[in-house]
């Protein structure tokens, strides 16, 4: 049994099994975060049942990539930042450098969003909700397995969101005879919605969330890739299924004639499709997804940095901590972090095809991976989802 000294996340073989769920689970929920409900309802507004087309090619885009980063990450057994680093020296701190950015950026509006969650569901106002928020996903991490304590929390919170949304899908009587017509055959698309989806999905630290936490629990090498596979195919799967769920929740309340409100469209699909009670389970939905999202982010950043230094690696724990306590930091002293969020989205608009390039690179490497071989339709989907998300890139940048 391989021994972690002083790990947060300690693993026993046996879990092995709970620990693919929690993989699953994390990425997905790292990606199902107050951006991702902010999302999906804009482009159900722009697109209607259109969108469910969106939705099934970003499904297939996500696999392709997430198969790519899990499998070179657990094949070679080791992280981005050291599989970067073996590609070309130094290109590992870089990669590393605008993964924590981003994360600390973006985990700022995860905060947020969980203190605006609290403030639905209580009354509590926005900056204690988020400092309670904060203190639960802190005390997850200090629990003697916070490995399972974390696959634990992640799994219930995601399928309390999607529990809750299916609720509220169902309330609001979206036409489902149009969605499967348009799935096949839509009367319209968006490029830019398409790419904007993939981004929201794998962009930034959520890419590496589930490849990392494998890495914890040992599951690598060739004679892991079917789990390997499963864990990254599922991931994606529930993100999806999240995504969908919403979306015909967002269509029923389209379709009814009804507007939702600009400032804050995920909220406005709840409460006009459930009342009262709607908003009170937008306010739980909104909590779960910032919360673990919350717990994702940390996770991973804390993961691309540790293997820089012993004494980041010895003290996880603590890092994690300031991490949190760091986000949680500048969200009271800022309030709104709209500017911060936006050069974050610019930055992880980056982070993605640099990651995926690396990968690819890492691929052709045969030293990295002496006993397994990538496969060419991998590889393939992967450079077509650099090239696309470059261009995307640099137009937001002309833009900004």
Avoid at 181 to 204: D, E, K, L, N, Y
Avoid at 212 to 217: Q, S, V
Avoid at 236 to 250: S, Y
Wanted: charged share 10%; glycine share 10%.
């Amino acid at each position: 049994m391989k021994r972690f000294n002083n790990k947060v996340l300690a693993y026993k073989p046996s879990n092995t099994r709970s620990a693919i769920i929690g993989a699953a689970f994390l990425m997905a929920t790292s990606a199902i975060g107050p951006g991702f409900l902010t999302q999906t309802t804009v482009f159900t507004n722009k697109l209607g049942a259109a969108f469910a087309f969106v939705i099934v090619v970003t499904i297939l885009i996500d696999i392709a990539v997430q198969l790519n980063i899990w499998r070179m990450i657990s094949m070679s057994n080791l992280r981005a930042q050291d599989l970067a680093n073996k590609v070309l020296p130094g290109l590992g701190y870089v990669l590393a450098g605008m993964i924590v950015f981003g994360a600390v950026a973006f985990n700022t509006g995860n905060v947020a969003g969980a203190g605006l969650g609290v403030q639905v569901c209580t009354g509590l106002p926005t900056p204690i909700g988020a400092a309670v928020s904060a203190l639960v996903a802190i005390i997850i991490f200090w629990q003697k397995d916070a490995g399972h304590a974390m696959d634990v929390f992640t799994k219930y919170m995601g399928l309390l969101m999607i529990v809750l949304t299916c609720y509220v899908a169902w309330i609001a009587h979206p036409p489902m005879i149009s969605v499967v017509q348009q799935i096949f055959w839509p009367h319209t698309t968006s490029t830019m919605a398409i790419v904007t989806i993939v981004g929201g999905t794998v962009g930034g630290y959520i890419s590496f969330a589930g490849a990392h936490r494998l890495l914890e629990a040992g599951i690598v090498g060739a004679s892991q890739l079917n789990k390997v596979n499963k864990g990254a195919i599922s991931g994606i799967v529930l993100t999806g299924i999240m995504r969908f769920v919403l979306f015909l929740a967002a269509l029923g309340v389209v379709m009814q004639g009804k507007n939702l409100d600009a400032a804050n469209p995920a909220a406005a699909v709840f409460k006009l499709s459930a009342g009262q009670l709607g908003y009170f389970f937008f306010g739980m939905v909104m909590w779960a997804a910032a919360v673990t999202s919350i717990i994702g982010a940390s996770f991973t950043a804390i993961s691309f940095i540790k293997t820089f230094h012993p004494a980041i690696e010895a003290q996880q724990k603590i890092w994690v901590t300031g991490f949190i306590l760091l986000s949680t930091g500048i969200f009271e002293w800022i309030g709104q972090p709209v500017n911060v969020l936006v050069w974050a989205g610019t930055v992880n608009g980056f982070i993605l095809p640099l990651a995926l390039f690396i990968i690819l690179i890492a691929a052709l490497q045969h030293r990295l991976t002496p006993n397994y071989k990538h496969a060419l339709w991998l590889q393939v989907a992967g450079w077509v989802v650099v090239v696309a998300l470059l261009w995307l890139a640099m137009e937001t940048i002309k833009k900004i």
